[in-house]
């Protein structure tokens, strides 16, 4: 089942944070993060593995709640280059490597 | 890092004919590749999950006797389209999952297929 991404989309200024939400109605084994910009092929974030984590790199980071099978993206001081299409990818439990992909969240930053 | 190729990029061609797109991992081994479909400003379609040496997988719904893949080796997959029709131009794409760190996918360029 399609995990639920919000918002569907959000327009910041740059220097502005940005959350996005994934939220799944399966129990997963992790989440995985990926930016897609227009015309191209996604592009690898971040995953966070079961077990309830947080990760970030530059000022980019997630959150996963194993529990509530909910993950989150967040972006801080947000720059031009972040714009685009963000898709969490969820694997559940029994999975065989797939993910499932939610209708992504298009961000656009403005100077 | 890890670096998928596809090829090719872009493909226009007639409706009843057959095309052929190739995914390859440049620098890594790729036990397990899959395939995607995106229609334009949607998200990405699971057709097939592909393992080297063996059979793929497809979705339910997703004909595997019109979309082949074929995984010869450890670092190449192709999806064939065979009969090409109108409604099958999209944006397809491959991902393969390094068979060293386990967890990442890392996606080629995509390739754009435009059947007349």
């Known amino acids: 089942q399609q995990p639920v991404q919000s918002p569907q989309a959000v327009i910041l200024r740059e220097g502005e944070d940005a959350v996005i939400n994934c939220s799944s109605s399966?129990?997963?084994?992790?989440v995985h993060w990926y930016r897609q910009k227009h015309g191209e092929a996604p592009v690898f974030l971040m995953i966070?593995?079961?077990g309830g984590e947080q990760k970030g790199h530059d000022k980019i980071s997630a959150s996963f709640n194993e529990k509530k099978q909910q993950s989150s993206l967040y972006l801080t001081a947000s720059q031009l280059s972040y714009s685009g299409t963000y898709f969490c990818?969820?694997?559940?439990?029994?999975?065989?490597?797939?993910?499932?992909w939610g209708a992504g969240t298009k961000l656009i930053i403005k100077p | 890092g890890a670096v998928v190729s596809q090829h090719p990029s872009w493909v226009i061609c007639k409706s009843g004919t057959s095309v052929k797109i190739e995914c390859r991992s440049l620098d890594f081994q790729a036990t397990t590749m899959f395939w995607y479909r995106q229609f334009p400003k949607q998200s990405l379609m699971l057709m097939a999950t592909?393992?080297?040496?063996?059979?793929?997988?497809?979705e339910q719904g997703v004909e595997k006797d019109k979309f082949l893949i074929n995984h010869a080796s450890l670092t190449l997959s192709t999806l064939t389209v065979t009969s090409a029709h109108p409604e099958d131009s999209s944006f397809y794409i491959c991902s393969a999952r390094d068979a060293g760190t386990y967890y990442e996918q890392y996606f080629g360029p995509g390739t754009r297929l435009t059947v007349t």
């Open positions: 966070l593995l079961k």
């Open positions: 592909s393992n080297e040496g063996s059979k793929a997988t497809y």
């Open positions: 399966k129990a997963l084994y992790s």
């Open positions: 990818g969820t694997e559940g439990v029994d999975s065989n490597y797939q993910l499932i």
